[in-house]
């Protein structure tokens, strides 16, 4: 049996999980995000320096709210691991100055984590009722920052496939969903939440790079399709939930298109999806359709920012060996 406290700090959540190994399978003990997305909300994104002195102000009760909810003392965790990039620097900075401190005066092992390799390990958490993805499978991210296709063989190691060439497909919804006057940090869940009253076949829009001979994403386009329509359009609820409608739809064939592509190109029989945008309902449910292999998502709570993920990932990841020696990394990639 091994505990680990995962510590995420990336964007403007700050989170904190603890997480238990007993034989294969991976339990939350305790998870809490706190988020200063609703402070942010009214300026239409996060600004860093913000984001950064909320989640100062947030980190050490939030590490100890959660080491009170585990009912565990600090004694039975064995290891820590947190984010060290990519994201803000301000916002790496709390979690990985925190965690290296915690280390020392505790004596426990730092385990860095690249929180894009992370956001997969949200597959690998409480599968008393669900299966674990195996070795080789197709990985898609599809987050705010990423939108990237690999091919995982095994525990950290992949081969890169493609990616966004421009936005990413949580950055497109977010961008879409401002232009609809949305308000919300995460466009994604707004846009998915009116999707459900529209027609997604009222407005034509766009399927970027969809035919395209690679595996590489570009939805800065779609954005400016939209962005045409929505400024004639008069402020009409009707209209708005059919154009949601047709973006969701949109992002969602392209992304489906690929990752069922990188399948048969390699012919692999499982797909593993993580990021914020695999919150996205429409996506699992059009995907359980057109691919009849194995499909793993987290479930939504888990698919956004959290803490859980990285404890998780600290299982399969080696610790450092000198703790203070641990640098943020904000442009961290694959
Ligand atoms: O993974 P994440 O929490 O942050 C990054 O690492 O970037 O992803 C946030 C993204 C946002 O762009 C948000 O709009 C999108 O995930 N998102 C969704 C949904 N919920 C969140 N996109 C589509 N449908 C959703 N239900
Ligand atoms: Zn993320």
Not at 69 to 87: C, E, F, K, M, R
Not at 91 to 104: F, Q
Request: charged share 15%; aromatic share 6%; glycine share 8%.
């Amino acid at each position: 049996m091994k505990t680990i406290l995962g510590i995420e700090t990336s964007c403007d959540e700050t989170a904190a999980a603890i997480l238990q190994q007993k034989n294969d399978r991976i339990q939350i003990l305790s998870n809490i995000i706190a988020s200063s997305a609703s402070l942010q909300a009214k300026f239409g994104g996060v600004i860093p320096e913000y984001a950064a002195r909320e989640q100062i102000k947030s980190i050490i009760p939030v590490i100890k709210q959660v080491i009170l909810d585990s009912l565990l003392t600090i004694n039975q965790i064995d290891a820590i691991s947190v984010t060290y990039g990519p994201g803000l620097i301000g916002s790496l900075l709390v979690g990985v100055e925190t965690a290296k401190v915690l280390s020392v005066i505790w004596n426990k092992p730092l385990i860095p984590i690249n929180h894009l390799l992370g956001h997969f390990y949200a597959n690998w958490i409480d599968h008393s009722t669900r299966s674990l993805p195996m070795f080789p499978f197709i990985g898609l991210l599809i987050s705010g920052g990423h939108t990237d296709l690999l091919l995982f063989t095994d525990h950290n190691k992949y081969k890169y496939l493609g990616g966004t060439r421009d936005d990413a497909s949580g950055e497109c919804f977010d961008k879409c969903a401002r232009l609809l006057g949305l308000s919300g940090i995460q466009g994604g869940a707004e846009i998915a939440k009116l999707a459900q009253k529209g027609n997604p076949n009222i407005y034509k829009l766009p399927r970027p790079m969809i035919n395209s001979n690679d595996f590489d994403f570009s939805f800065s386009g779609l954005k400016t399709s939209v962005s045409n329509i929505v400024s004639p359009l008069t402020i009409n609820h009707k209209l708005k939930a059919d154009l949601a409608a047709s973006i969701q739809q949109s992002i969602v064939e392209v992304l489906i298109k690929k990752a069922v592509k990188a399948t048969q190109i390699y012919n692999i029989d499982q797909i593993v999806i993580s990021g914020g945008v695999a919150a996205n309902l429409s996506l699992k449910q059009s995907l359980s359709k057109s691919f009849s292999g194995k499909l793993f998502i987290p479930p939504p709570s888990l698919c956004t920012d959290n803490g859980a993920m990285v404890a998780a990932a600290g299982f399969f990841t080696k610790p450092i060996s000198n703790p203070l020696k641990l640098t943020t990394n904000p442009s961290l990639g694959f």
